[in-house]
Each structure stands twice: as structure tokens, then as C-alpha cells.
């Protein structure tokens, strides 16, 4: 069973930075398109980025030019780079596969960008 693990969460100023990270149980990263996701109270979960076994990535429009999705397979490992947040990005950060979200969901990491 695949366990995923979020960390790098914390309060950020607007206009600040983040990395976040997803460590894995298991070596998926080369098996697996995973993706980034987050959940703001009250709001459904929502894709933020996603990235392939080989390195392609795709973005939320709310996200693109701030965000980047990167992955460590040997490390067993994926990242998410937050420049310039924004109030708006406060949320719980999640991550998954992302074809199904068919492993079980960590605890995220908490987001708060608040001046």
C-alpha cells in the first residue's frame, strides 16, 4: 500500500514563497502521472499541476507562471515551487496519482497566505 506523505506548508506573506513536498512510500514515479491539489474550507478538492513519468507538466490557469511541478524518482519524491501566493491560494495542499486518485490521501500540509 502506497502512502503519501505532504510537507513544506506554513504562513506566507503575499507575494511570498513556498516549496512543498510529496514523499512517497513506494517507488511510483516513474509508473505514475501525479498531480498536485488543494482544498480550500468549504470548497472542493481541485487539480493545481500535474507531471508524467516523463517530465510534462500542466497547470491550473489560476496557478500558470507561479507554480512548478517538479519530481525526484529516485528520491521517490515530487515538489511544488509557490512564487508570488496570493490570499486566494490558502488551502490544504494535497497529492495523488493522477489518473483516479487511486492511492489514499495524506493528512496535506496547510497553505496560509495572510499579511
Known amino acids: 500500500q502506497v502512502q503519501l506523505v505532504e510537507s513544506g506548508g506554513g504562513l506566507v506573506q503575499p507575494g511570498g514563497s513556498l516549496r512543498l513536498s510529496c514523499a512517497a512510500s513506494?517507488?511510483?514515479?516513474?509508473?505514475?502521472?501525479m498531480g498536485w491539489y488543494r482544498q480550500a474550507p468549504g470548497k472542493q478538492r481541485e487539480l493545481v499541476a500535474s507531471i508524467t513519468n516523463i517530465g510534462s507538466t500542466n497547470y491550473a490557469d489560476s496557478v500558470k507562471g507561479r507554480f512548478t511541478i517538479s519530481r525526484d524518482n529516485a528520491k521517490n519524491t515530487m515538489y511544488l515551487q509557490m512564487n508570488s501566493l496570493k490570499p486566494e491560494d490558502t488551502a490544504v495542499y494535497y497529492c495523488?496519482?493522477?489518473?483516479?486518485?487511486?492511492?489514499?490521501w495524506g493528512q496535506g500540509t496547510q497553505v496560509t497566505v495572510s499579511s
Open positions: 513506494g517507488s511510483i514515479f516513474s509508473l505514475n502521472t
Open positions: 495523488n496519482e493522477f489518473w483516479g486518485n487511486r492511492f489514499p
